[in-house]
């Protein structure tokens, strides 16, 4: 299923709203809204009854075109998500872009998760590791390492 050119002029509007969000705010400004939207849909999941993390991230992933998501739990209450989408393209960050890898994952992906988890966690300390992305190593798959202690 390919992107029509509206979408694709929009994800190039967006990547470059984020890329200059970061140049006139720095990283961090970026961090705190991702921090804040994810928790904000957190709480909304919550809200519509939604009160099962692992069920919550599903439903995330699939919302940005994610065609399988997989969640592996781990020893110490962390666990992994698995997403594979149709294309090499990531909703976020668009098609394999080595230099862009850190600052998506690090200012929109990884807070806004964070963000996210923390709502169905309350007072946990939640950190993720990237461990595969389209955008450092191009491919279809986005797997992140969730931390919860």
């Known amino acids: 299923m390919g992107r029509t050119r509206m979408e694709t002029d929009y994800l190039k509007f967006f990547q470059s709203f984020i890329a200059n969000m970061v140049q006139m705010g720095g990283i961090n400004l970026l961090k705190s809204n991702s921090t804040m939207l994810g928790r904000n849909l957190g709480e909304i999941y919550k809200k519509r009854g939604t009160t099962d993390v692992h069920a919550a991230l599903k439903s995330m992933f699939h919302a940005m075109a994610g065609k399988t998501v ?17 294309t090499d393209y990531c909703p976020i960050g668009g098609t394999v872009k080595p230099k862009r890898h850190e600052m998506f994952f690090e200012g929109i992906c990884k807070p ?12 946990a ?12 190593t191009g491919g279809n798959k986005c797997k992140i390492q969730a931390i919860i202690q």
């Open 70 to 86: 997989e969640i592996t739990d781990e020893k110490g209450g962390g666990f992994t998500v698995n997403t594979e989408f149709e």
């Open 112 to 123: 806004y998760a964070v963000g996210f988890i923390s709502a169905f966690k309350p007072g």
């Open 125 to 136: 300390k939640i950190d993720l590791v990237c461990k595969s992305c389209v955008l450092k």
